[in-house]
């Protein structure tokens, strides 16, 4: 840990205990930099549970940090088996027994849910500490961040005040009602954990095999723009990529706030059934798509419906 982050975490964790005990009071953004930080550098291992619309997924998620970087593997312990092994932003999944690269990592998972983008959070949420309580054995300080708007839902965290570790985290839809929840059940921080599948992630490193629809994605500036992303949201990436079942190219566009993100995908109107009008959803994430001219505009994000439509109804051509 760097001297700058250890006199922040230190400051945090005397704030922590000797606060421990209050009802509410307002936090510091700080312990998002040291919730980053502790994600990609902590050597950890367990078992988590993802719930959302009345469904639990439990999964074994193993990270570890080496001299070339950091590599996660995670596993599905429901339904068919399902291994995903991660080496700095690269993805291999494993498809009919083998190892295939299936692209880069945009978006990281639990446990580092949160990206290194502070400035608009503090713009545009307020956080406030809600004392201490226990997650899978370990003490974990609890953050709510709230937003200033209704176009955003409130998260709220909780943070290992030893490590900084985020051990659970909640995403809060109307009337504070819980949309989707990670939180770990088991977990090991640091000690011994088996590292022997970090030379089958390299070796697969070396062959590179990647399907076909995912050999031909390409960073571009498309010309489409969105008028009405809530305040804060910034681009982060455009691509123009090969999707399975798509007859063409779509275009990709990724914005994010620094606690959730919206996805905007562009392609050609094919005339099929699924391209009717429509929204959907699946715990805090909705999709709305809509046929607009020869185009099949789709918007998903972790944000309300009403987010998704105005997004949906402001994009448009702007000319390359």
């Avoid at 960073?219 to 798509?246: C, Y």
């Amino acid at each position: 840990m760097t001297m700058r982050l250890q006199v922040v975490f230190c400051g945090l964790l005397l704030a922590v205990f000797a606060n421990s005990h209050a009802e509410e009071i307002p936090a510091s953004f700080d312990w998002l930099e040291v919730v980053v930080f502790a994600g990609h550098q902590t050597d950890y291992s367990g078992v988590y549970v993802y719930q959302y619309d009345n469904r639990v997924e439990t999964s074994s998620i193993v990270h570890v940090t080496q001299a070339n970087g950091e590599y996660e593997k995670l596993e599905s312990l429901d339904g068919p088996k399902h291994e995903i092994i991660s080496h700095d932003g690269k993805v291999w999944d494993y498809i009919n027994h083998k190892m295939v690269l299936v692209g880069n990592n945009v978006h990281s998972g639990f446990p580092s849910l949160l990206p290194e983008q502070l400035s608009s959070l503090k713009a545009n949420y307020k956080a406030r500490m809600l004392g201490v309580e226990r997650v899978a054995g370990y003490n974990a300080q609890v953050i709510l961040f709230q937003p200033h708007d209704h176009l955003r839902y409130s998260h709220k965290i909780w943070v290992h005040t030893d490590s900084g570790l985020l051990l659970k985290a909640a995403v809060l839809g109307d009337n504070n009602k819980v949309a989707e929840q990670y939180a770990f059940t088991q977990l090991q921080i640091g000690g011994k954990i088996d590292r022997s599948w970090v030379k089958e992630c390299d070796s697969a490193a070396q062959e590179k095999n990647m399907p076909d629809d995912h050999k031909d994605i390409k960073p571009i500036n498309s010309g489409w723009v969105a008028d009405m992303l809530p305040s804060g949201f910034k681009k982060t990436l455009e691509i123009e990529r090969q999707m399975h079942g798509r007859h063409a190219p779509v275009t990709q566009m990724v914005f994010s706030d620094g606690l959730s993100s919206i996805s905007i995908f562009i392609e050609p109107n094919d005339r099929d059934e699924d391209d009717e009008d429509g929204l959907s959803s699946r715990g805090a994430v909705n999709l709305y798509h809509k046929v607009l001219d020869k185009n099949l505009i789709t918007v998903v994000g972790e944000v309300p419906p009403r987010t998704v439509m105005q997004v949906l109804d402001s994009v448009r051509y702007n000319g390359k």
